[in-house]
């Protein structure tokens, strides 16, 4: 009976020593830890056993022979592995697509760096705000294009960095130099774009997602029709952007007398709103 309570007498005292007793000098720590080997050493055992049961694992082996799969194992890795599958699969597609897209841009995409937009044209103006944290040197004015076309040009960057604002060729204050142009067949089954002989034009943004444009009322009506497309002009926006879309003529409004001047309504090449990444000409 009295050994029955002297381990557990051994613990409460030293539990009780540890908050109340003073730091001891070596000589009477190594009288006092030799009066606590009784405890201590089965308590190490225990641990040990315990560990050793706990961490150890049994491998498992899943391709010898020796060791088959049960059918339930077998279908549970199949539909891990059919899983995995079915979304490398639909990634490959979307590289697919935006390879394709990006081919549509020509020599310019090697001078372009993409960019993450962060919020879409508000009420009052037609700017994106987009990420330049990965872009190597963002300056005002860069063009900011899109596999389908002229987007616009950054006229504002944070002064702390991070961000930059792109003003959408849809813009009231944006100004354009473009073409006039048609897609017609090539004679190897193809498509090219074929400048129509009207002088280059100035394009200006009227804030509605379209933009609105000016031209002799004669030379419209004589060449140009709804569904011509709008390009980018060489004089005015270099050799990298020569011939990038712009958009297309959705409507046509005469002047009533051919001395005037026509008004065009033009539909940019895609809507800015849904735009997740643009591509920055940084080069």
Do not use: C
Not at 181 to 198: H, K, M, Y
Not at 212 to 223: C, E, K, T, Y
Request: zero cysteines; proline letters at 7%; glycine letters at 6%.
């Amino acid at each position: 009976m009295k050994s029955s309570f002297f381990y557990p007498a051994l613990l409460v005292l030293a539990a009780l020593s540890a908050f109340t007793l003073p730091p001891a000098r070596s000589g009477v720590r190594d009288q006092i830890s030799l009066a606590f080997v009784p405890v201590a050493a089965p308590a190490r055992a225990v641990g040990k056993w315990v560990r050793d049961r706990l961490a150890h694992e049994t491998p498992v082996d899943s391709l010898s022979p020796d060791a088959p799969r049960t059918s339930d194992q077998l279908r549970k890795q199949n539909t891990v592995l059919l899983t995995q599958l079915a979304r490398l699969e639909a990634q490959l597609e979307d590289l697919k697509q935006l390879s394709a897209q990006y081919s549509r841009l020509g020599d310019l995409r090697k001078l372009v760096q993409p960019a993450s937009v962060i919020a879409g044209p508000r009420t009052n103006r037609q700017t994106l705000l987009i990420s330049t944290t990965d872009l190597t040197n963002t300056k005002l004015g860069m063009p900011v294009v899109h596999p389908d076309g002229y987007v616009g040009k950054i006229y504002s960057v944070a002064p702390l960095g991070g961000s930059a604002s792109v003003l959408l060729v849809t813009d009231p204050d944006s100004r354009v130099q473009a073409r006039l142009a048609r897609f017609t067949a090539r004679e190897d089954g193809g498509v090219r774009t074929e400048l129509l002989p009207v002088d280059p034009v100035v394009v200006i943004g009227n804030g509605n997602n379209m933009l609105a444009q000016m031209l002799p009322g004669r030379a419209v009506q004589s060449v140009a029709r709804v569904n011509d497309i709008v390009v980018l002009d060489d004089t005015a926006s270099g050799a990298a952007l020569r011939g990038l879309l712009v958009g297309k003529v959705t409507q046509i409004n005469l002047p009533p007398t051919p001395s005037g001047h026509a008004s065009l309504v033009i539909e940019p090449t895609s809507d800015f709103r849904t735009l997740s990444e643009v591509l920055v000409v940084t080069k």
